[in-house]
C-alpha cells in the first residue's frame, strides 16, 4: 500500500508539472505536513488540540488561496498536486504505523518493489522510446532523487523533524528561481501569498509537536 501512494503521489506531481508551475506544485505540496497531522489523528488516534486543528485549517485556506477554485487562476491540474499531497501524507502515516516492526531497509525494498509493479501496467499506454537526451534527463533525475532521498534520511537520523522542517521549506526559493531561469516563469501574488501561509502554517505545527515533546509540558491540557 506504502509504495502504491507513493507511486500516486509520485504520478500527480509529474502530470502537475507539465500544467503548473514549479512555485505552484511545490507550495501546494508544503501543506503534506498539515495532511499529516490531521491523518495522523483520524486514523492513528493521535491526539491533535485545537491549536493545531486551527494551524491545518487555516493552511487549508493558503491552499485555496493558491488554487483560487472558481477564479481565472483556476487549473484543473491544480487539484493533482492536491491529491499529491495528500497521498505522500497517507505514506507518511502508513510508514509510521510499519515503522515500528520493519527495518528502514525492508520498508525502503518493499516500497520499491509494490511501486515498480504498480508503474508496470502503464508501460504499454503511449510508451514513447525517449531519445538519448532524454534518457540522460531520467538517470539524472533518478539520480538527485536517490541522493535528495538518502540524504533526507540521514538528516532524520541526526535531528528531529521539526529541526529540519525549515530547512525543507526551503524549496520553495530553489523553485521559484529554477522556474524562472529555466522556463521563465514569474509566480503570482496570489501563488506567493498561499505559499506563505501554507508554510507558517506548516512551520506552526512543527513548533507546536516540538514543544509538547519537552518535559514540563506533559502536563499541558490543550495544544
Known sequence: MRGLLLLVSTGTNFTAVKYLQLAQTSSISFSNPLWVCALSALLLGERVGPRR??????????????????????????????????????????????????????SLIYVAISGTAGALPFVPIGWVTPAWWVWLLLLAAAAYGSIGHFLLIQAHRLAPAPVLAPFVYTQIISMIIIGYVVFGDVPDYATLIGSLVVVGSGLYVFYREQKLKLPDSAAAPVD
Open 53 to 106: 486543528w486551527a494551524a491545518v485549517a487555516i493552511g487549508f485556506v493558503g491552499v485555496l488561496i493558491i488554487i483560487r477554485p472558481g477564479g481565472a487562476g483556476f487549473h484543473w491540474a491544480m487539484l493533482l498536486s492536491v491529491v499529491c499531497a495528500l497521498s505522500a501524507a497517507l505514506y507518511q502515516v502508513a510508514t509510521r504505523k510499519v515503522g515500528g516492526s520493519d527495518l528502514a531497509l525492508t
